[in-house]
């Protein structure tokens, strides 16, 4: 954490957020620094100094101090957001925004406000959630938890810590109540205010109720027992009431029967003795602190006491006294050897000992006064008071009560000051006391220890000594400890009265009432209780006796019985004025829900109901604003103004201002926007699209204008003869473009004949001039070029992270930002901004792919990726396209930014589109459309589902009068059965058989999304944490996952694979087979509020809608290959039909289209506002008949291919058979020859013969 501190020795300061390891980062050059911001995203720390008309800016360890280039007057707050700097402004008691690195760009916000002083920015981007140990969903302390400083690599530190009034358990994780800290005791009629004293943060004050009280005036605290002791003038006793229990009030009298008034008290917590005056007997009393052994220590005092005050360690004991003898007076305990110290006083009502001082009140003089505790150095503290009462010391504080005021002051001693008031609104205050735990650590004196050898009264004389008293009735022995019976007659008593003590009688009543009335107790021997008690009476046994107690001790967490039986089974219910915490404190109901937590586990401040947000649009009209694309209001006169106040620039739209004129001292950008007339031709960039730096431009403002030429030119630029400034590609061009023609002629032809130049030579009129490429930078040679590190400027040319490169640079943003147009600043992305991938076109309306060119055909971009220039040879053939490097060509592939919609077959330096089966090519060739009729659209409005024509100029009313609007839906596209969620968590299903509004309904926790399964029949939900398969009738159904999220929704289906796609919680989307086996992540990153999935079934693609961002994106079933492109405001639910996805919007509340190759032209389906919260594109199962027919095609080849199979076989059965009747017609051959051989030889032998 950051700090400032302004005074005599201003600094800047830097330390833990646990308070430790703090030390001055800066403390030079500081008058007075007021505000303090700290830009994460650049690690630099700005503060304002308003007495110097200063702001600056430092690194986190206070190095590279620099001042923000701009002028400033009495700046009090600022915050950074982006690019600006926003800071209020005293002396013109306005809000201005800067940019804070080069000062331009001045623009005032808000104007006469009045004393501008806190400031603060509100974006996600800014509190981005990270994985801490002091996270508010999981703590890890019971009360505060605060994190330290750690080292890099390290695992995030923290400390536990309490509030005042608490301690630190030994686990050092869990606050424990701490009676250690001091607190003042006033009191007020019926009831006792305990008022914190080093209180933070919270009501510093508690009351403890004392219903039977009537007017309590004196107090005072008992350690032992921790128990408040308090008068009670108009009842005439004194009582305790204990303050550190959950117990129901309940009063102790410790002595009744009081004739006089008892305006003060005193406990004496060494010895065990209660003292109090008494104004009738004109005396001080002393009794044991149960009651017990009551003595009168002075019967007759010179006047009537008021006010008491001890000292236990010194033994000494102060009284006051009002009348002919007033004053102040000095004793030991045992009220002997007393001496007035203080004589200077008229009407004393209380007195007070702290640190070896005495003060005192005196509501006649109207002061408070005080002295040494002898009586010497006596000074008047506080004069003018009206009636001052009691009151109480602690440390350097004066507390009194004023009885005309009804306020408890406070005083500084040693600043001699009064102090804000410690309590008001309380009338009839009286009796103040103060309770430090450190006054009752062991005090040694003559009474501490075995009560001083007395066997009942002991009173400390001085610091050691000590005096034994007696009761009355008994006399003190000779050992001056012990006290003996000296009654020799006894007190005769009346038949309602018992003897007590032998000098005494008491109320029969009193008799076994499990309390000393007599001091011997003779009052509560040899009892025998009733067996049983009243009904309004709770039986139990204490000191082995039966005893009755009234009901209202039981559960009240005092020990009343044996063995505490009263307190068990009690279930510590709080009363109905208070609120029941979840670790069972109580605390008022009127604290509830207050932001400040009061139950030590904060359960007092959870579930709290808030304020519904109103929507942008309801915001803005609703105050006759102008609500911007991001979503923020502005005021309306600040339309069309010249000057941007929406972050786009929608405000100035050219065609809502019907085309944008500047003021006379404004320039007109070429992307419709304004700047100041001075910053036109200055080196700098100042419109988005650089317009105002174009070279033809500042040609003709140093050429034309009567200005005097600037004193240098940039490094970009040659300086004429005449001073003027011309680009250095005008050089040598035989065109003149210096006013005296000194650019041209000379030595521009031959200059670059035999150049030595490392890049580029320029030629001059007086010889070669070499220059660098783009990003690179000259050596003292003038030769030789070498890489410039265009990080290392002293403005930044990144708004937040820069990378060198060689010859180049790139800007990066921190994550939750995104670069601008320019690739140079960094926008916090939000509803309007661009997704991840994308960036804002030129004119910053619409999103582009971003890495790919946006100049005309013909055209790349430029190597700085701002501009465009011709392509000249490097512009490839059709069919192919251009390298990476943007030089080379190749042939065009496949691409998952796609030009065609469904297949895309490559070919060596072209392609063709193909379509899946029961789809067929568009006329472009490119996009694919489904052969059977046109898709029926089921959308769920609010309470009924209705039919839409594709186009939109059809509607039908399917379901009406539905309870709960619908939040999802699915149809069996063969049956028309419908199912859908409702906002009421139920599941239903309509059928051609269901009666209107009798809908087939499934009980379920809270269901929020249904998907149908065409293969099965089965019906898929998600329910709170778990996803459930049923039958298609719901009447079966099963669990299959068991989830850790509570937000599922969005399930969706993919049947033929088998697979099935659902939103988990806000942040991820997740898949796993349709039996909820192997699961896991899709997407777990760059989702802000996914709401709708949709599957693309003929390219495999899985599309997402986020609610927050506003976009729509898709990827692969695997989570690769993501892209992803702003559709429109508050998408809510998505289906894909053909090139087209269908998107409903709630903002619009309009069903729009986007064509899927990713062209960002939504088109109105439905021309009106139809309210759309979900719906179904009824003919997508026509990819179902296509993945039928394919099989059913491929059936009927492979039947083909077997028939084609047995036609082979039956040939080459054909051909064996034709082989085997030419072997028998050559086995026959054969035999003919042999047989004609045969004839032959016997021919011949015939002719022999």
Not at 73 to 100: H, R
Not at 548 to 570: L, Q, R, Y
Not at 1224 to 1233: G, I, K, P, V
Request: aromatic share 6%; hydrophobic share 35%; proline share 4%.
């Amino acid at each position: 954490m950051y700090w400032t501190s302004a005074g005599d020795t201003p600094y800047i300061a830097k330390g833990s957020m646990d308070g430790s390891d703090w030390d001055k980062l800066i403390t030079e050059d500081l008058i007075y620094p007021s505000g303090l911001f700290l830009d994460q995203t650049t690690e630099r720390l700005y503060w304002a100094d308003p007495k110097k008309g200063r702001i600056a800016s430092s690194n986190c360890d206070g190095t590279d101090i620099q001042d923000v280039p701009c002028e400033v007057g009495a700046a009090q707050n600022l915050v950074v957001f982006e690019d600006k700097l926003i800071w209020t402004e005293l002396n013109t008691s306005s809000v201005l925004m800067v940019n804070k690195f080069t000062g331009k760009g001045l623009k005032t916000l808000v104007k006469m406000m009045k004393q501008p002083r806190g400031l603060y920015i509100a974006h996600p981007v800014l509190y981005k959630p990270e994985e801490r140990p002091c996270r508010s969903d999981n703590p890890v302390c019971s009360d505060l938890c605060l994190l330290s400083q750690t080292t890099p690599g390290t695992e995030p530190s923290y400390r536990c810590a309490c509030p005042v009034g608490k301690n630190l358990a030994i686990n050092q994780t869990v606050c424990e109540d701490s009676h250690n800290s001091p607190f003042l005791m006033v009191g007020h009629i019926d009831e006792i205010i305990k008022v914190d004293l080093n209180y933070i943060g919270k009501i510093p004050y508690k009351t403890f109720a004392v219903p039977s009280a009537k007017k309590i005036v004196a107090l005072d605290f008992d350690p032992v027992r921790d128990a408040a002791v308090y008068s009670d003038m108009t009842r005439g006793v004194i009582g305790a009431r204990k303050l550190f229990t959950r117990s129901v009030p309940r009063e102790e009298v410790i002595v009744d029967h009081i004739a006089g008034d008892v305006e003060s008290v005193v406990v004496d917590w060494v010895a065990g003795n209660l003292m109090w005056t008494d104004s009738t007997k004109g005396s001080i009393e002393v009794a044991r602190l149960n009651g017990s052994f009551h003595v009168a220590l002075s019967e007759s005092l010179d006047g009537t006491p008021t006010a008491l005050a001890i000292y236990p360690k010194n033994g000494m004991l102060f009284y006051s006294t009002i009348g002919d003898n007033a004053g102040i007076s000095q004793c030991d305990m045992s009220l002997s050897g007393c001496l007035p110290i203080i004589s200077v006083v008229k009407d004393c009502r209380g007195i007070a000992v702290d640190a070896d001082r005495l003060y005192w009140t005196d509501q006649e003089l109207k002061h408070i006064g005080t002295a040494n505790l002898d009586g010497s150095d006596p000074k008047i503290l506080i004069t003018g008071l009206e009636s001052p009462t009691s009151l109480a010391v602690h440390g350097d504080v004066l507390f009194w009560l004023d009885s005309a005021t009804d306020i408890l002051h406070k005083y500084s001693l040693s600043e001699g000051k009064a102090l804000w008031n410690a309590l008001t609104g309380w009338d009839s205050m009286t009796g103040l006391s103060l309770v430090d735990w450190q006054k009752y650590t062991t005090v040694q004196n003559g009474c501490s220890v075995k009560n001083g050898g007395c066997s009942h009264l002991c009173l400390a004389r001085g610091a050691h000594g000590r005096a034994c008293k007696c009761p009355e009735g008994l006399s003190l022995n000779e050992d001056e400890a012990t006290c003996q019976d000296t009654t020799e007659e006894t007190l005769e008593c009346s038949v309602e009265e018992m003897l007590c003590d032998k000098v005494r009688c008491v109320e029969l009543s009193k008799l076994c009432d499990d309390r000393l009335d007599c001091e011997d107790g003779m009052d509560e021997k040899n009892c025998e209780r009733p067996h049983t008690c009243s009904s309004e009476e709770f039986a139990c046994t204490h000191n082995n006796r039966d005893i009755c107690i009234p009901f209202s001790w039981v559960c009240d967490g005092d020990k009343d019985c044996d063995n505490a039986t009263e307190e068990a089974n009690c279930d510590k219910s709080c009363s109905t004025d208070e609120f029941t915490c979840v670790n069972k404190d109580c605390v008022p109901n009127d604290v509830v829900c207050d932001e400040l937590i009061d139950c030590g586990d904060g359960s007092d401040e959870t579930n709290c109901p808030t304020i519904p947000d109103l929507m942008p649009e309801d915001l803005c009209s609703k105050y006759g604003m102008f609500l911007c694309e991001s979503g923020t209001c502005i005021e309306s006169s600040n339309l069309c103004d010249k000057k941007p106040d929406c972050e786009d620039g929608d405000d100035e739209d050219w065609f809502r201002c019907g085309g944008q004129v500047c003021g006379e001292d404004d320039f007109l950008c070429s992307d419709g926007f304004c700047i100041e007339q001075r910053y036109r031709c200055d080196g700098e960039r100042d419109c988005n699209d650089n317009s105002d730096e174009d070279p033809v431009l500042c040609i003709n403002v140093t050429t034309t204008t009567l200005a005097p030429p600037p004193e240098f030119c940039s490094s970009d630029m040659f300086r004429c003869e005449s001073g003027h400034c011309i680009p250095w590609t005008s050089m040598c061009d035989g065109a003149e473009d210096c006013p005296n023609g000194s650019d041209e002629g000379g030595l521009c032809e031959s200059a670059c004949v035999d150049s030595s130049c490392n890049h580029v030579c320029m030629p001059t009129p007086t010889g070669s001039l070499c220059r660098c490429h783009e990003g690179f930078t000259m050596l003292s040679d003038n030769v030789t070029c070498i890489d410039q590190d265009e990080c290392a400027v002293s403005v930044p040319l990144c708004s937040q992270m820069c990378v060198n490169t060689e010859g180049s640079f790139s800007c990066r943003c921190a994550e939750g930002y995104s670069l601008t147009s320019d690739n140079r600043g960094c926008k916090a992305m939000g509803r309007s901004w661009c997704a991840e991938g994308n960036s804002l076109t030129s004119d910053n309306r619409g999103c582009k792919v971003m890495g790919r060119s946006w100049c005309a055909e013909g055209k790349g971009l430029t190597s700085d990726n701002r501009g465009c220039k011709a392509m000249g040879r490097s512009w490839c053939a059709e069919g192919n396209r251009l390298t990476s490097n943007n030089r080379g060509c190749k042939a065009m592939g496949g691409s998952w930014w796609s030009m065609w919609s469904q297949m895309c077959v490559h070919t060596d330096g072209f392609f063709f589109c193909r379509c899946g089966e029961g789809n067929r090519l568009t006329s472009n060739n490119r996009g694919c459309k489904a052969m059977e009729s046109r898709p029926t659209i089921l959308l769920g409005r609010l309470h009924e589902i209705v039919n839409l024509t594709e186009n939109g100029h059809s509607m039908q009313e399917v379901i009406t009068d539905i309870k709960g609007e619908v939040t999802s839906l699915d149809i069996n596209v063969h049956t028309g059965d419908i199912y859908w969620t409702n906002s009421l968590g139920r599941v239903l299903m309509f059928t051609k058989k269901t009666i209107a509004g009798k809908y087939q309904r499934l009980v379920v926790s809270h269901a929020s999304s249904v998907a149908y399964d065409w293969l099965t029949g089965n019906v898929y939900i998600t329910d709170v944490k778990r996803m459930v398969v049923c039958s298609r009738n719901l009447i079966w159904c099963r669990i299959i996952l068991h989830l850790s999220e509570e937000k599922q929704r969005g399930v969706t289906l993919h049947p033929p694979k088998g697979l099935m796609f659902w939103i988990d919680g806000y942040l991820s989307v997740r898949k796993s087979w349709m039996n909820g086996e192997n699961m896991e992540h899709v997407l777990n990153s760059g989702l802000s509020r996914p709401v709708a999935l949709a599957i693309d079934y003929v390219q495999n693609r899985l599309y997402v809608i986020d609610n927050f961002q506003g976009t729509l994106e898709f990827c692969d079933f695997s989570g690769e290959n993501r892209q992803t492109y702003k559709v429109l405001k508050q998408p809510f639910s998505v289906d894909v039909f053909e090139d087209w996805v269908y998107v409903t919007d709630t903002h619009f509340r309009a069903l729009m289209r986007v064509h899927k190759n990713g062209v960002l032209k939504p088109e109105s389906c439905t021309g009106a506002y139809i309210n759309v919260l979900r719906l179904k594109l009824c003919t997508r199962y026509a990819n179902l008949k296509a993945l039928e027919a394919q099989a059913q095609s491929l059936e009927a080849q492979a039947q083909a291919l077997k028939a084609q199979a047995l036609a082979v076989e039956a040939q080459a059965l054909a051909v064996e058979a034709q082989a085997q009747a030419l072997e028998a017609q050559a086995q026959a051959l054969e035999a003919l020859s042999m047989a004609v051989e045969a004839q032959a030889l016997a021919v011949e032998a015939q002719s022999g013969s």
